[in-house]
């Protein structure tokens, strides 16, 4: 399917060939056997070929004093933190860059990005130095910006405004500026000059009427659908103000007498009389669903990465549907993709909608319920806990808090893809105040309670990590935490849920030595910091502090007797007494010896039900006492 999802080129540009074959370059060493073939180093642009050579993964910066090696997959985003004298749009490729023939900032002073750069490439299968000829590109050797850069703007919403003051510019001979761009956005023509600080006195008589400004720079990180490139000669600019005045965002290179421009626009647009790169989108309709191809989504994707190819990350979801040839992802809907997603698509919505999970090997055990204020909140997901919950309780009991539980019996195949009817399920939290989970999943999954009902969201390991000596580097921090992430480290999923809702055992090159995801612990036989921090409770404890009570009632046994010629005559009476020997003797017992009886009690075959009610009933009161 990749051959496939490469045969896009552009945002409505397709091949006219399938390539028959997708040569996937990680290192040098992939390259040098490499005799034929096509590059593709963006997923947001392509060219035709029967072979695919992609360096999309090739990504990577190698700085020295002057000069920085760059690896062709790597986008000048990564690039720009470095200081490159010259650069492009942020979310192309620095390898596409140099192929296509961009214009980047820089352009008034070393024209396209290819004239000044250099390049390690291999051409039919011998590797390169130089200025680009063709072939592969391997690397791109980008000079350092060594001198302070000025920069000054010219704002106005009249496009021959400035049209003309770089007109009359050019007219006085060729301005010293580094960089002479217009940018079109929000009705706002900015113009946009910078030039190194040395020049100061060559360009003043330019920048008179030129307020102080910041370096602008050219990315995609906006919806659009459409998107156009082309040189033309400066002095027929004005054919295009219609155009970009139709466009959601234009940027305009200036050399002397050339314009290099980008426009990108939400409707197809003419261009009449004017030659459009190849890059450039044709006038067929985009079938996209709003996706813009930057591959932001693919860099993030968990579900992408455990089943090992792009074609199942959103970016692989959207082509293959406009190609015809739609796929399924089941995948956790953990949400990563939609935080960096620049068009902002519903892209969670779209995906569950096929989605499909084999959720037969995970049990739905009902769990013991304890109403109150707080509550651990149980569904599906983690039913199967029993021994995380008892922890759980145990540690909060430890702390002076009682917790309840309560358990939501949920379709998971609805919890997962966002279909549950939390309005109605609000209702059960009316007089909580806080919940707490077991798992990431559900801490993550809960969330939309909170547009129903006043209601904090807790996760156990809010509570537990804090008291946890240990390197951070070897702390796993699951994908659904995004708080831990921002002020930790960068979360990586161990495919441990994903296994469970897709009935598989996907390895991981996972390395930690503590997670916050138990399905993670089991599944790399680690610990959470709950497991660091309450032992495992012995199994054989629930009928030890059982036997401790009874032998309290035994040994008030006479008194029980002796009340027996109650029964009859003041039945109550009878009642309270013995209710009150339970009670007396269940008072011995510790408030984590309290919790561990009344979650095991459906475990213990030597109590009729009658007992098991009276003794849940009276541990109910002291607990919530």
Same mark, same amino acid.
């Given at each position: ?194 030039y190194t600080k040395p020049r100061e006195p060559l360009v003043s008589k330019f920048v008179l009427d030129l307020d102080e400004g910041e370096l602008k720079y050219e990315d995609l990180s906006f919806p659009h659908k459409y998107r156009y490139f082309g040189l033309i000669d400066f002095s027929r600019l004005t054919e295009l103000k219609d155009n970009i005045k139709k466009s959601k965002r234009s940027v305009i290179r ?275 910091? =709950?497991?660091? &921090?309450? /032992?495992?409770?012995? %199994? +054989?404890?629930?009928?030890? #502090?059982?036997?401790?009570?009874? *032998? ?51 475990? =213990?075959?030597? &109590?009729? /039900?009658?007992?098991? %009610? +009276?003794?849940?009933?009276? #541990?109910?009161?002291?607990?919530? *006492?």
């Amino acid at each position: 399917m990749l051959n496939l999802l490469y045969s896009q080129l552009s945002l409505t540009r397709k091949s006219s060939i399938i390539p028959e074959r997708v040569v996937t370059i990680k290192s040098e060493e992939d390259l040098k056997s490499i005799t034929e073939g096509v590059g593709r180093y963006e997923y947001t642009r392509g060219s035709e070929g029967k072979i695919i050579v992609d360096l999309t993964h090739l990504r990577g910066v190698e700085e020295t004093d002057d000069k920085l090696k760059v690896l062709a997959g790597t986008t000048w985003g990564d690039v720009v933190k470095k200081k490159p004298e010259i650069f492009g749009n942020l979310y192309f490729s620095v390898g596409g860059s140099v192929e296509y023939g961009d214009a980047g900032f820089g352009f008034n002073e070393f024209k396209f990005i290819r004239d000044r750069v250099e390049v390690e490439a291999y051409l039919n299968g011998n590797k390169y130095v130089g200025k680009y000829k063709g072939g592969i590109i391997y690397a791109v050797i980008v000079r350092k910006e060594n001198k302070e850069l000025v920069t000054k703007n010219y704002e106005t919403t009249d496009f021959d405004a400035v049209y003309n003051k770089i007109k009359n510019w050019f007219s006085q001979g060729f301005p010293p500026f580094r960089d002479i761009s217009i940018f079109w956005q929000g009705e706002r023509f900015v113009l946009n000059v910078t030039y190194t600080k040395p020049r100061e006195p060559l360009v003043s008589k330019f920048v008179l009427d030129l307020d102080e400004g910041e370096l602008k720079y050219e990315d995609l990180s906006f919806p659009h659908k459409y998107r156009y490139f082309g040189l033309i000669d400066f002095s027929r600019l004005t054919e295009l103000k219609d155009n970009i005045k139709k466009s959601k965002r234009s940027v305009i290179r200036i050399s002397f007498n050339k314009a290099y421009f980008s426009i990108y626009s939400d409707y197809p647009l003419t261009f009449s009389g004017i030659d459009l790169t190849p890059q450039s989108d044709i006038l067929t309709e985009n079938k996209l669903n709003g996706c813009i191809m930057c591959g932001k989504c693919v860099d993030v994707c968990p579900y992408s990465e455990y089943k090992g190819s792009l074609v199942y990350s959103p970016l692989g979801f959207y082509t293959l549907q406009a190609l015809g040839s739609p796929i399924q992802i089941n995948c956790h809907m953990c949400g990563k993709c939609v935080e960096v997603c620049p068009a902002k698509i519903d892209i969670i919505s779209d995906i569950s909608k096929s989605a499909t999970y084999s959720l037969e090997s995970i049990p739905n055990k009902k769990v013991k319920e304890l109403n109150y204020k707080r509550e651990i909140v149980i569904t599906p997901i983690s039913s199967s806990l029993e021994e995380r919950l008892l922890k759980a309780l145990l540690y909060f009991s430890a702390k002076g808090s009682i917790i309840g539980v309560k358990y939501l019996d949920l379709n998971i195949q609805d919890l997962v893809k966002g279909r549950v009817n939390w309005k109605e399920i609000a209702k059960q939290f009316l007089n909580v105040s806080q919940i707490i989970t077991l798992t990431p999943e559900e801490f993550y999954y809960l969330q939309p309670l909170k547009n129903y009902v006043i209601l904090d969201i807790g996760y156990i390991e809010d509570y537990t990590l804090e008291e946890i000596q240990g390197n951070k580097e070897e702390l796993h921090i699951p994908c659904y935490l995004k708080d831990y992430e921002r002020r930790i480290k960068p979360s990586k999923c161990s495919y441990a849920f994903l296994d469970i809702i897709n009935g598989t055992n996907v390895k991981t090159d996972l390395k930690a030595k503590v997670t916050l995801c138990p399905f993670t612990a089991k599944k790399l036989n680690i610990k959470t910091p =709950l497991d660091l &921090l309450v /032992p495992e409770v012995n %199994k +054989a404890s629930a009928k030890l #502090i059982l036997n401790k009570v009874k *032998k309290g009632i035994e040994d008030s046994g006479k008194i029980l007797d002796d009340s027996k010629w109650y029964i009859g005559i003041a039945d109550n009476l009878y009642d309270e007494i013995s209710n009150n020997m339970y009670i007396s003797n269940l008072k011995t017992l510790q408030p984590q010896e309290l919790i561990i009886l009344y979650f095991s009690l459906d475990s =213990l075959e030597d &109590l009729s /039900p009658g007992e098991k %009610k +009276a003794i849940e009933e009276k #541990i109910i009161q002291l607990l919530i *006492k």
